[in-house]
């Protein structure tokens, strides 16, 4: 029986799947749109994602995963099913050999909960792998040497933090904090300061436009648009890269925390490995300016950012299904949580 091989980088934000002997084949927003009369997805992804904040009232825009788990089984396994369809175009989903990948601090029901909304897609076997090591062998690091590895996640809905050594995780910290986090703390810096209520989409489009983690030479500006709070009309602001630096600052803070305590964790043989490897950043919270050398000044580390930081997750499923003799015990990982 002809068999296809796919893995998937199930995100908060973003979906991406890899077919063996293809590469990259999808990339699509994690969103469904359902209308609410019928409780049937009338899209998902891309097209879902244009309607969030457009809709009327008999549709809604749904994410079915929040901070990096599903957070609606059904809506995330309709989701899958649509995906996994569109990628293998019209192939048998029962066919399907899905690797997907989940993060390191999920529980064991969360787990379980992945694994049946993609059998509930169809899909027969599917494997788990945990997202900090797949992302550490998306980018190319040497993740089976006997050597200290640190790599930082930076997704939607989480960020993982982890110390690979040997192809196990030495020490690990997963927390929900992640871009959804970052465009949050935007729309509640904005609707405290100014009394305008902006979306979640015009927060991302201020972050990636004018966002930053680190100073920098100079101050750029964006005009936001959004609605008074106070006389419910509309009204256009001016904001600046420093005031979206100061609405990131505290859950900047936290990926702060949780990478020095991932590293009070860590032998010291392999912190001095780390120390001269250097921190490999992954995720598109790598893209957010600065951000490689906000950790750089906190931990006194060379800081990279991976060459194509969104594709990591996804490519390192891909070079398991590639190579799943060399790369098999990476999927029954068993992980130290702090």
Do not use: W
Request: aromatic share 4%.
């Amino acid at each position: 029986m002809f068999t296809r091989y796919i893995g998937i980088d199930l995100g908060t934000a973003n979906t991406l799947i890899y077919a063996r002997g293809r590469g990259i084949i999808m990339r699509e927003p994690s969103v469904v749109a359902v209308n609410t009369r019928t409780d049937q997805a009338c899209s998902v992804g891309k097209e879902a994602k244009e309607i969030i904040g457009r809709t009327p009232g008999s549709v809604i825009a749904v994410k079915p995963l929040k901070d990096g788990v599903i957070a609606d089984f059904d809506i995330a396994a309709t989701m899958l099913q649509e995906l996994i369809k569109k990628a293998l175009r019209g192939s048998l989903i029962k066919r399907a050999r899905v690797i997907i990948c989940i993060p390191s601090g999920v529980t064991a029901v969360e787990r379980r909960a992945v694994k049946e909304a993609a059998e509930k897609a169809g899909a027969r076997p599917v494997q788990l792998v945990s997202e900090p090591v797949a992302a550490a062998l998306g980018a190319g690091l040497p993740i089976l040497d006997p050597t200290g590895t640190m790599v930082i996640d930076i997704g939607g809905g989480t960020t993982e933090i982890a110390v690979i050594s040997m192809g196990g995780i030495v020490s690990a910290k997963s927390i929900r904090v992640g871009g959804d986090a970052f465009d949050q703390a935007i729309v509640n810096y904005i609707r405290k300061k100014y009394s305008l209520l902006i979306g979640e989409r015009t927060a991302e489009s201020v972050k990636i436009g004018i966002g930053s983690a680190f100073p920098e030479a100079t101050v750029s500006e964006m005009e936001v648009r959004g609605r008074n709070l106070l006389n419910g009309l509309p009204e256009n602001i001016m904001i600046t890269s420093e005031e979206v630096r100061e609405a990131l600052y505290e859950p900047l803070c936290d990926v702060m925390d949780a990478i020095r305590e991932t590293l009070a964790h860590t032998p010291p043989e392999l912190s001095a490995d780390v120390i001269e490897q250097g921190i490999t950043l992954t995720g598109g919270g790598a893209l957010l300016r600065g951000m490689d050398k906000l950790i750089n000044r906190e931990t006194g580390m060379p800081v990279y950012v991976a060459e194509y930081p969104l594709d990591c997750v996804a490519e390192g499923t891909g070079k398991i299904l590639e190579n799943p003799e060399e790369y098999e015990d990476l999927l029954t990982e068993e992980i130290k949580y702090y």
